[in-house]
């Protein structure tokens, strides 16, 4: 079981910045790709920015030049540096995480969720 715990969200003001954190921990194996999603009311969710195993990262395009994804891989966490933040933020975002077991023959995968957090941009 690998659970991802969540933490940075909150209420800021238009401008303002926030750091979302996401920690793995459990039997992990090996993380892959981690992501960011997030899900505005009534609104489908979205992938806002992923980062691959040798750090290539993706960003939609309504969040490039805001948000940074990063990860540290010692701590199995991922971050989500928000900046800029704008009304149209405002979701709740969820930590999206892929590990791979290689220690068997076919490797499996997985994939994992967070608890997601409230992000709310508001004046």
């Known amino acids: 079981q690998v659970q991802l715990v969540e933490s940075g969200g909150g209420l800021v003001q238009p401008g303002g910045s926030l750091r979302l954190s996401c920690a793995a921990s459990?039997?992990?194996?090996?993380?892959?790709?981690m992501g960011w999603y997030r899900q505005a009311p009534g609104k489908q969710r979205e992938l806002v920015a992923t980062?691959?195993?040798?750090?290539?990262?993706n960003y939609v395009d309504s969040v490039k030049g805001r948000f940074t994804i990063s990860r540290d891989n010692a701590k199995n966490t991922v971050y989500l540096q928000m900046n800029s933040l704008k009304p149209e933020d405002t979701a709740v975002y969820y930590c999206?995480?892929?590990?791979?077991?290689?220690?068997?023959?076919?490797?499996?995968?997985?994939?994992?969720w967070g608890q997601g957090t409230q992000v709310t941009v508001s004046s």
């Open positions: 459990g039997s992990i194996f090996s993380i892959n790709a």
């Open positions: 980062i691959t195993s040798g750090g290539s990262t």
């Open positions: 999206n995480v892929h590990t791979i077991r290689r220690t068997v023959v076919p490797p499996v995968v997985n994939e994992y």
